[in-house]
């Protein structure tokens, strides 16, 4: 059974960062695609970055470019997204997921494994 577990959410203010990690306790992590995502109260699961089993390829939605990076270390079974600058409207709980597949996937029906989530607060 694997089990994804988020953590490094928190309280932040606008302009700071975060850097959020989720650890997998599966012993095929390297064979799949890890992907970021986030949802507010009362809407949809939004795909936030996603990188592929080698980590040779990404993918950011539009808002987070330039501003948070995703990478992943294979032999620590572990995805990172390093958040900076944060705003307020990034405010949400985050969600680490694993894709069924080992090349880059977006859309959340395409991942089969989820975190519990982790809160993201940034203050103005």
């Known amino acids: 059974q694997v089990q994804l577990v988020e953590s490094g959410g928190g309280l932040v203010q606008a302009g700071g960062s975060l850097r959020l990690s989720c650890a997998d306790s599966?012993?095929?992590?390297?064979?799949?695609?890890m992907g970021w995502f986030r949802q507010a109260p009362g809407k949809g699961r939004e795909s936030v970055a996603a990188?592929?089993?080698?980590?040779?390829?990404?993918y950011y939605t539009e808002s987070v470019k330039g501003r948070f990076t995703i990478s992943r270390e294979n032999a620590k079974n572990t995805v990172y997204l390093q958040m900076n600058s944060l705003q307020p409207e990034d405010t949400v709980v985050y969600y680490c997921?694993?894709?069924?597949?080992?090349?880059?996937?977006?859309?959340?029906?395409?991942?089969?494994?989820w975190g519990q989530g982790t809160q993201v607060t940034v203050s103005s």
């Open positions: 997921a694993r894709a069924k597949y080992g090349t880059l996937r977006v859309a959340g029906t395409a991942y089969d494994q």
């Open positions: 599966g012993r095929t992590f390297s064979s799949y695609t």
């Open positions: 990188i592929d089993r080698s980590g040779s390829s990404t």
